[in-house]
């Protein structure tokens, strides 16, 4: 009889989950909500995988950046978020952007096709007693978020995530802005850049803090993820915190006049025919009048058309270091087993990297074999480190993956070749978990 697991959520950890299982033969049954009369404040279709924020699964660069690394760890180990991911890549210079329509209707394509997958839509109220992993996300329907609960016996967290606003191509000013990454990396058409002088950026600071904003009332209180925080919230911590983050014009030369402006609004192409272009970093929770009012006083943004406005979500997670076991499976319910962002971890590919894990450890338990989770040396084995006792329970909040989750290492280098270090380890330990 071949083996049976049902996986709820069919976000990216969910659908990636569904993957490994079903290409190691065993039977899976995809439950999602989204295109059986439910969806959620964020979701916008009823695909698979859909990417709610930004397009952007962050640098590939596998030589000296983590997520990279990550990004080649799971390539090796079949991902199919990151072939699909491959396949619908726009430029974004050192970045791995996609097409985000052409990306979940490939993912969705895919786990249709497989023919060890069933996915049916319907939300799914109550834990299942048998075999499965729990890919929520982080908008968890309220039944099975009680559910979740009474089984954990702990309360879920909460935290805000933001949603930056997208552009419509032919509405920017070309004539005042230009094509460039920073530093030159990549194409030479990969961002859109809006150059802002002193004045225009104290001006657009100052509309930004006086801009009326969603209020949450009784959700006020909890933290905001520090990788999704609003440009409003950044710019609360001081006038000039926008200009040294996602407004900064350093490595950008403008080209009328040769110098790198005084701040900067970059935006990056969103689909693959390029006539979408989101504003990096401007997740926001501006209602969306003011948003119209304030990003047309930007520079070259005059006359901007938006395909979708900025956005405020409500994101749940457990914890995760006190209620999982190494191998993801809830400590109370072994046959349980949690991925993806309601784990705690944060971003497109760790939540997937997460998925992968969770159906590659449940595809081993239900045909009688052991898989041992990846070494910590790894990205996949530091993410899942983190996640299942790394952290600190009291003081666990979502996190990307980073070389700070790794084991230190140990020998003298310089700053810059510790990186490589990093990421040659992490090899040779990957290829010794795969061997």
């Not at 006190?322 to 590919?349: H, M, S, W």
């Not at 700053?415 to 490589?420: G, M, S």
Request: hydrophobic share 40%; net charge negative; proline share 6%.
């Amino acid at each position: 009889m071949t083996p049976q697991i049902h996986i709820i959520g069919g976000g990216l950890a969910g659908s990636e989950a569904a993957w490994q299982l079903a290409e190691s033969g065993i039977h899976v049954t995809l439950h999602e909500m989204r295109g059986g009369g439910h969806s959620t404040p964020a979701h916008q279709g009823a695909d698979l995988a859909e990417l709610v924020c930004s397009n952007s699964f962050r640098s590939d660069d596998a030589e000296s950046n983590a997520v990279g690394l990550l990004h080649a760890e799971m390539r090796a180990l079949g991902s199919l978020i990151m072939r699909e991911g491959d396949v619908h890549r726009v430029p974004a210079g050192s970045a791995l952007a996609v097409d985000r329509d052409g990306f979940s209707a490939g993912v969705t394509a895919a786990l249709s096709a497989h023919p060890n997958i069933t996915i049916v839509r319907e939300r799914v109220d109550v834990l299942p007693a048998g075999p499965a992993i729990i890919a929520t996300g982080p908008l968890t329907a309220p039944a099975l978020a009680d559910s979740i609960a009474e089984a954990t016996g702990a309360d879920a967290l909460a935290f805000f995530d933001a949603i930056a606003p997208i552009v419509h191509f032919d509405t920017i000013d070309m004539e005042v802005a230009w094509f460039q990454s920073r530093w030159g990396k990549g194409g030479g058409r990969d961002y859109i850049n809006c150059p802002l002088t002193k004045d225009q950026y104290l001006a657009f600071h100052a509309g930004l803090m006086a801009g009326e904003k969603t209020e949450f009332k009784e959700w006020e209180n909890v933290p905001y993820f520090d990788g999704c925080m609003p440009i409003e919230v950044m710019a609360e911590r001081g006038v000039d915190t926008l200009r040294y983050g996602p407004m900064k014009g350093v490595g950008l030369d403008d080209p009328k006049t040769g110098r790198w402006p005084y701040a900067v609004v970059q935006l990056r192409q969103d689909n693959a025919s390029g006539t979408l272009w989101n504003m990096v970093g401007f997740q926001t929770k501006l209602k969306h009048a003011e948003q119209v009012r304030l990003f047309r006083t930007i520079p070259g943004l005059e006359r901007a058309e938006f395909a979708r406005l900025g956005g405020l979500h409500r994101n749940t997670f457990i914890k995760s270091p006190a209620l999982l076991d190494a191998t993801l499976r809830l400590k109370a319910r072994p046959n349980l087993r949690f991925a993806g962002q309601i784990t705690g971890c944060e971003g497109y590919v760790e939540s997937a990297a997460i998925g992968l894990l969770a159906g590659r450890f449940a595809a081993a338990e239900l045909l009688g074999r052991t898989l041992a989770p990846p070494p910590p040396e790894t990205a996949l084995g530091a993410l899942l480190g983190h996640i299942t006792g790394g952290a600190e329970v009291e003081t666990y909040q979502p996190m990307n993956v980073n070389f700070g989750l790794f084991p230190p290492i140990t020998v003298k280098s310089k700053k810059a070749d510790r990186k490589l270090l990093y990421t040659a380890r992490a090899r040779e330990a990957l290829q010794g978990w795969m061997g």
